[in-house]
């Protein structure tokens, strides 16, 4: 693979909440590139700081929250760690633009679809209000809304779920950004509707030839979304590389548990394999390997040290002293399945 | 042919239908709310959340209704455990008609004249069931008073036992603890009120239904704020578990808890299955779930039930086009798995105005004219296949 320029890379990443029981160490170093045209799949459990990560990016962390000295966010070539703010809002939704979970959160109740996508255009491109609402009515028959001229007009709560998911990709896309964060786009929907919106982001995709950063706790999702994987837990990244590579051969214990612990349309199950244990609070994580206390593959030295990212093979990186241990025990799963 | 399919169902831990037995019977159920509006709060219009929908579960099986929001799965399990009272439909547990139990006693009376009595009396009436013909018996030996009092007689002592046998787990395990109560007395309210154990026997009974569950005993004493969600849930288990149950409805009971935990409370209601023989109704949104966890599938849409098989029959060979949809629309956790990819257009309708003929036919990639005309009565198409289609397998 050729070597291409990064178009997002995060850097030893580290955001720490000073909270009155102690320091939460939500995101605690962590590293990844996006390249252009990508998208890229963050996948882990609640509490792995993989929401956090995308909110650190986008510089909106509440105000207990810190990025850490240290810490590199490059976009562009520009750390936007060291943008003012001013600096930072014209990137924001310009540049880098951002679609969360709740749409009905996210989207402001007092103002029609169209005052809110028009808000972003005129914010950062030079055209008048009349061009403006123009786009926006062009924007919403892209993301396949009915009947946009009226629809334009209307306030998020007329709207069904899924309608206002795509009016919130719509605005996040009216900039052309080349950056799109997408953090559990589609957990609030059923999933035939999942379906539809999922299907309309590859597309605008292709069309804008924006990268994607798809934030997820959805396995199946990832599989079917993503280019490249990061899989987080308790604010590290434990594994990372191409998609088809992590499902076929994952080289950390807990993508792998992960992975064999979800009930699955295509293959006949006996028993689901689950991990032990619970996901832990972030103000007690385990000394060494933050995994080590749930881990079926731990010796001794987990416990003791925090083993490093290292690349396992080419292009593929795992958090794990052990990792070589899960070929064996792949192969005796596979040997149950076939019994 | 037979023996084939009478092992498959047998590892799903079904037994073999002749020797199947009835433990619920849901027929005909209808549930409407009324939407009520202006200064008199007249009723301008009726949510038709379940729209006449039937299925049976057998002992020691895993029935799961799945279907997206709004289909009217929730209510389906509210309704039966008479959270919400029936419009109209029967609720049938071990060839017992309980759908009376929660009425007043005079409407308790006026619904068995109105659903059995007045037929009973028609000449040339036929039995169409098992419990007509079981109450029609009863009818001729005993006369009218005899059949009212056989149903409605001690009503509090037949409603104190209905409570005991089904039980719910919910979905939400923060809301459905009582945050001031410690998990002894949660968990011991139940058999107390139904003087299942004496007060002396709590802490022995207590402590080992949360053995049972994965929770070490001394952790009674605690408040639910002090477990994480998975232990919630299983705490929330062992209080249905303990008042000896003979049917659990877990309504979306994994649907809060993170994948690693998910797998964890699943097997632990496997496992609990096969020691205490128990019969679940599974409902979920999920269908990887419930293809899992299942040994016979109710499909829903707005309402209706759609489709019923078995697990194999259902994944194997879905008919109706909307479970088709359904299982396409599911992301699959294999990149290199490749599927015949079904996007349906539109959101699901509003259950007020529910569509013409069939329910799913403005969604529908096959639908043809008659669609949108005559509703499709749920038939069998194969053995223990029901399908609402008019072109069942078209798509």
């Not at chain 1, 689950?274 to 933050?290: E, Q, T």
């Not at chain 2, 935990?261 to 609990?272: K, T, W």
């Amino acid at each position: 693979m050729e070597k291409k320029q990064p178009l997002l890379s995060v850097r030893n990443l580290r955001t720490y909440f000073y909270t009155e029981d102690g320091v939460v160490k939500a995101v605690d170093g962590v590293d990844f590139d996006v390249y252009e045209g990508e998208t890229l799949g963050i996948v882990g459990e609640s509490g792995s700081g993989k929401s956090v990560t995308s909110l650190a990016i986008m510089r909106l962390l509440d105000p207990k929250g810190r990025i850490e000295e240290g810490s590199q966010i490059i976009f562009n070539g520009k750390n936007l760690l060291e943008l003012s703010e001013d600096e930072m809002r014209k990137i924001r939704g310009n540049d880098i633009a951002m679609i969360f979970q709740e749409p009905m959160v996210a989207l402001n109740p007092v103002f029609t679809i169209g005052e809110q996508i028009m808000e972003a255009i005129l914010l950062h491109q030079d055209v008048d209000k009349k061009t403006a609402r123009q786009m926006a009515i062009e924007m919403l028959r892209k993301v396949g809304i009915p009947e946009p001229e009226k629809r334009v007009d209307e306030y998020p709560h007329e709207l069904s779920g899924g309608m206002r998911q795509r009016a919130m990709i719509a605005m996040a896309l009216s900039c052309r950004p080349k950056l799109l964060i997408a953090d559990e786009p589609t957990t609030a929907l059923d999933v035939t509707i999942q379906a539809q919106i999922l299907e309309l982001m590859k597309e605008l995709q292709q069309e804008y030839g924006m990268a994607i950063i798809l934030i997820t706790h959805d396995v199946g999702v990832i599989a079917e979304n993503a280019d490249r994987v990061v899989v987080m837990y308790g604010g590290k990244v434990m594994e990372t590389t191409d998609v088809k590579t992590l499902f076929k051969k994952p080289k950390h214990p807990y993508t792998w548990g992960l992975l064999n612990s979800i009930p699955r349309l295509d293959v006949e199950q006996e028993r689901l394999y689950s991990i032990p244990g619970m996901v832990p609070d972030p103000l007690h994580f385990p000394p060494g390997c933050r995994f080590s206390n749930r881990c079926d593959f731990k010796e001794e030295r987990c416990i003791i040290e925090m083993p490093e990212l290292v690349e396992v093979e080419p292009g593929h990186y795992s958090r794990c002293f052990f990792y070589h241990k899960l070929e064996e025990a792949q192969k005796i799963l596979k040997a149950g399945e076939g019994a | 042919m037979m023996e084939n399919r009478q092992a498959v169902t047998q590892t799903n831990n079904s037994p073999a239908k002749s020797e199947r037995e009835v433990l619920l019977r849901i027929d005909n159920l209808v549930k409407h709310f009324p939407i009520r509006a202006g200064v008199f709060k007249r009723i301008v219009a009726w949510v038709k959340a379940v729209d006449g929908v039937s299925f049976e579960v057998y002992k020691g099986e895993t029935v799961g209704l799945v279907g997206e929001s709004g289909c009217g799965k929730t209510t389906v399990g509210m309704t039966l455990l008479r959270l919400y009272e029936p419009t109209s439909g029967r609720i049938i547990v071990e060839g017992e008609d309980t759908t009376h139990y929660f009425l007043p006693a005079w409407k308790a009376k006026k619904y068995v004249r109105k659903t059995y009595i007045e037929r009973f009396k028609e000449s040339g009436f036929v039995p169409k069931d098992d419990i007509d013909k079981k109450y029609y018996d009863i009818f001729t030996k005993k006369g009218e008073k005899g059949l009212i009092e056989y149903l409605t007689g001690d009503l509090q002592a037949k409603r104190l036992a209905f409570r005991r046998e089904i039980q719910i787990v919910f979905q939400d395990p923060y809301s459905s603890l009582n945050p001031r109560m410690r998990i002894k007395n949660i968990l011991a309210e139940g058999p107390l009120t139904h003087k299942m154990i004496t007060k002396e026997q709590v802490i022995d009974t207590v402590g080992k239904a949360l053995q049972e569950v994965g929770i070490h005993p001394t952790h009674m004493y605690r408040f639910p704020h002090e477990f994480s969600g998975g232990q919630r849930q299983r705490i929330g288990i062992a209080r249905a578990l303990l008042m000896n149950p003979k049917l659990i409805i877990a309504d979306e009971a994994v649907a809060a808890l993170d994948v690693s935990i998910r797998s964890q409370v699943i097997n632990l209601m496997m496992d609990l299955q096969k020691e205490h023989d128990l019969t679940y109704l599974f409902i979920s949104h999920d269908l990887s779930l419930i293809k899992y966890i299942s040994s016979r599938v109710v499909v829903m849409y707005l309402g209706k039930v759609v489709e019923t098989a078995t697990k194999k029959e259902l994944f194997d060979e879905p008919l109706h086009p909307y479970t088709k949809a359904l299982m396409s629309a599911i992301p699959v956790p294999n990149p290199e798995y490749k599927k015949q990819r079904i996007i349906l257009q539109g959101d699901v309708p509003s259950p007020v105005n529910p569509p013409s003929g069939c329910p799913f036919h403005p969604r529908c990639p096959v639908a043809k004219p008659i669609c949108s005309k005559e509703k499709p009565e749920l038939r069998e198409v194969k053995p223990e296949h029901f399908v609402a289609c008019h072109f069942p397998g078209s798509l």
